[in-house]
């Protein structure tokens, strides 16, 4: 295997664990910020993290305007009304506070803060011309890594699509995951969430520009998430699994944020951006059949990610132990309560063609190991139905 150049991006601070928002704010403070538009959503807003951390902000005199508006597919409206509270408080950085909708739509907000214009003009890869706003994103969830990536998913509401933004002028400069901060974290969340992370450590490990870096975090993330994901779905409190899922989420985000995605990620974008669906649930269904159209060109990968996942494959071929693979990611999803197929979550056959053609069109799909058009990717959708 022979390599080009590549880059691997990343924040330049990530602070993980417990007590890890304690220790967050000394960095916060040692870059010199005064005031922080933090950028939440309702439910944190309501269960009291908010204030959590507009407190910790107080202590060392840094005051807070907050938009808790956030969407859980974050619109191009979002975006827009946080940018207004920034404009009107003078904000110098932005905190995001929750899962990936908030990163996402903080990323959104400080983007517009310093380059203009609207978020529209970005969408693609590498188009804005300056950083963002300088962007601390607090993470909650443990799937999205958004808090560490350049990857910015806005839904225009108009066009009833996600529009991928990606530029490393959206990575934060500090991520925080401070698994005390999920324990409050829904069953339900956690299980598609935490299969959100699966899907971007198996979509960066059959990549076509998978890297020996990308590979290690990708293995180690599949292993960590098999361990622990039913049981942090099955004991919210569980503080091991929970960290562990921190890590596992992290790590599959520096697998993907460098090896990028594939027709998951491009095919569950399009599904959030048309029916308002979440997204872990919508990878976690498709994730087993796009593997299955993707077996003929990566066989032996998934034979490891099946290792990964603690399947006995050294007696099998690579064909028996990819599929051995698509069952355990099966099985992970059926013991963590995932609908079991789309027709579970409304989709409608009718749609299928649109939702097929603007699959085709997300930059995510690019580095997906076996490329197909229009029928193959339709075809997909219908298997998953």
Known sequence: MSFMSTTF???????????????????????????ALIVSDAFLSKSGVIKIVTDLLAKVNIQASIFDGTHPNP????????????KANHCDFVISLGGGSPHDCAKGIALLATNGGEIKDYEGIDKPQKPQLPLVSINTTAGTASEI??????????????MAIVTPQVTPILSVNDPSLMAGMPPGLTAATGMDAL????????????TPITDACALKAITLIADNL????????????RENMAYAQLLAGMA?????????HAMAHQLG????????????????HVQEYNLPKCAARLKDVAHAMHVDVKHMSDEEGAKACITAIRNLSKDVNIPANLTELKVKFEDIPVLAANALKD????????????DEVEAIFKSAM
């Open 230 to 241: 039913r049981n942090a779905v099955k004991n919210g409190k569980d503080m091991n699994a």
């Open 273 to 288: 951006g048309f029916y308002g669906l979440p997204h872990g649930v919508c990878n976690a269904i498709l994730l087993p």
């Open 363 to 374: 930059a995510c799909g690019v580095t997906n190991p076996r490329q197909g058009g229009q």
């Open 149 to 162: 990536t350049r990857f910015c998913i806005i839904t225009d509401e108009t066009r009833h699509i996600k």
């Open 256 to 264: 993907f944020n460098n090896a990028s995605l594939g027709y998951v």
């Open 75 to 86: 619109t191009v409206t979002n975006v827009n009304d946080g940018l207004k509270i920034l």
């Open 199 to 210: 899907t971007h450590a198996v979509e960066a490990y059959v990549s076509i520009i998978a």
């Open 9 to 35: 991006f990343i924040p330049s601070v990530n602070v993980i664990g417990e007590n890890a928002l304690q220790d967050a704010l000394t960095h916060i403070q040692n870059y010199g910020f005064k005031h």
